[in-house]
């Protein structure tokens, strides 16, 4: 209870620190979506001034960042029997993980590689979790980075326009208005993103074909 009042007071008063601390927790293994968190400080940058839409991108990916780290180091110094004995835990279940989902998540790097880092972090439901495997595959950390961030950066850019242009629509006034619109917006992303990881994937698989004969 403690915790989901800390995470309210952190969203009634969202600035430049806040942002990286949810993110960051976002991107650790603590159920908590981004869609609460940069299009309401994008919208808040449009409509009251008070923090620029840029900076709000620039610090959620920070945050974003360091809770994939987290993930990441978790995941490479524990080890794959630990991370499955807590995916199976009670805690884990609460966490809403489960051994089922650290499984995708690692066929997915698996049948992806590097890039999955990059793809993951924009697919709903593989995005917080695709550290994980990264960490358990001891991935080069700098490589690492340089897809979560670009990853992430454009995940954020997007919620970001996203609030930025619901300042501008009509009828939305309400913080509970603002995240339903949002909701709706980031699932079709979503499904988008799926299609474009896929049609990259293919292609890459395809040229190594070529290149194999």
Known sequence: ?????????????????????????????????????VPPAAYKAAVSGEMNVFLVVLFATIGANIGALINYYLAKWLGRPIIYKFANSRFGHMCLIDEAKVQNAEVYFEKHGALSTFIGRLIPAVRQ?????????????????????????????????????????????????????????????????IGIGVFIVAYLAYQGMRKGK
């Open 129 to 193: 979790l695709i550290s994980i495997p990264a960490g358990l595959a001891k991935m080069k950390l700098s490589v690492f980075l340089i897809y979560t961030t670009l990853g992430a950066g454009i995940w954020n850019a997007i919620l970001a326009a996203i609030g930025y242009y619901l300042s501008t629509v009509p009828g939305i006034e309400t913080e509970e208005q603002l995240l339903a619109k949002v909701t709706e917006y980031s699932h079709e992303l979503g499904y988008i993103f």
């Open 1 to 37: 209870m403690e915790s989901v009042a800390f995470i309210q007071w952190c969203l009634d008063h969202l600035n430049y620190w806040t942002i990286t601390l949810l993110m960051a927790i976002e991107s650790s293994f603590i159920p908590f979506p981004s869609e609460v968190v």
